[in-house]
């Protein structure tokens, strides 16, 4: 690969992370519009967005069809949910440049990983990703709320992958800002996320679900508006992604159900020692995470 200074980088999907990864790599000198000799291109079937990228500054050129953009990119950002993303990839599979080297941020990793590894030509080299950043607002409009500062950034590699294009990868994605990239299997990446992400998600929507006063944000201390920000969400992507690691979320909403119940019953027998003592682990706990980050 060639240095990113001196890339034809495409996005696939001018939404949110799309828009964020785009504005990144202007931001941050890496793709500086009107200087070297590199470009940014952007693909999305919204033409009033691509319009108001290039107006921007973000993007120099938008295309509403991906083949005439694909044939010129030596990198390809892939921003589609998982069922858009392999649709995508079968259909136009024969429209990328030789030698490119292709990445995604789909929040499920399996199916995803599965069908590279088997139909990717021979020539291209995808290394799946998942950038773990975002915004409860999404499109392009909100991209600019999207920051990568200190975030993790999750890589699942295929067999098939080239070392030099994973390290190439790593340090951009490093150069985008983001402070630590981890490699893992696509297994145990959709494992983690189903509590890390997925979870709370769920969890987050049980809490709205189950109040019907929308005048109880005047009763909120900040604890109600931490736990529920996420519970503004994009209804198709995250209903996509619960449908598809059904297996992996279920088991850990059960994971959940149990320590709720446990809670539960030690509230309900007054049980004021074995309260204290669960909730001073739950806290030692907690606090050996933040030591581990």
């Known amino acids: 690969m060639k240095p990113a200074e001196q890339c034809t980088v495409g996005i696939v999907g001018l ?43 973000v993007i120099d050129e ?9 044939k010129d990119c030596d990198l390809v950002f892939l921003c589609l949910n998982p069922s858009t993303l392999l649709r995508f990839m079968k259909d136009r599979m024969a429209a990328f440049k030789s030698g490119s080297l292709i990445t995604d941020i789909a929040g499920i990793k399996g199916g995803i990983s ?28 909100n991209a600019g709320r999207c920051d990568f500062r200190g975030k993790n950034y999750i890589l699942t590699p295929l067999k098939r992958n080239k070392p030099e294009n994973l390290e190439y990868l790593r340090g951009l994605i490093h150069r985008l800002g983001f402070g630590r990239v981890t490699c893992t299997g696509a297994e145990e990446h959709d494992r983690k996320i ?11 929507a ?12 005047r009763f909120g201390g900040g604890s ?6 996420i519970a503004v969400l994009n209804v198709p992507m995250w209903a996509e992604l619960f449908r598809e690691n059904r297996a992996e979320l279920l088991s850990r909403i059960e994971q959940f159900e149990g320590s709720l119940d446990a809670l539960k019953r030690l509230i309900a027998e007054g049980q004021g020692e074995d309260l204290e003592e669960r909730l001073a682990r739950i806290r030692d706990r907690r606090a050996a995470m933040n030591q581990e980050n």
């Open 206 to 217: 049980a809490l709205i679900d189950c109040e019907a006063d929308t005048d109880i944000t």
């Open 224 to 229: 109600f508006e931490d736990l529920t920000r």
């Open 194 to 204: 189903a509590f890390t992400s997925q979870l709370c998600h769920v969890i987050a």
């Open 15 to 57: 939404g949110l992370m799309g828009g964020a990864i785009a504005m990144a790599l202007r931001n941050r000198g890496i793709l500086p519009a009107g200087r070297g000799s590199g470009r940014l291109l952007a693909c999305d079937t919204d033409a009033e967005v691509l319009a108001a990228a290039r107006t921007a500054g």
């Open 114 to 141: 599965a069908a590279m590894e088997q139909d990717l030509r021979q020539d291209l080299d995808f290394i799946p990703g998942h950038p773990m950043a975002g915004s409860e607002r999404g499109g392009f409009a």
């Open 62 to 70: 938008g295309f509403t069809e991906a083949e005439p953009m694909l």
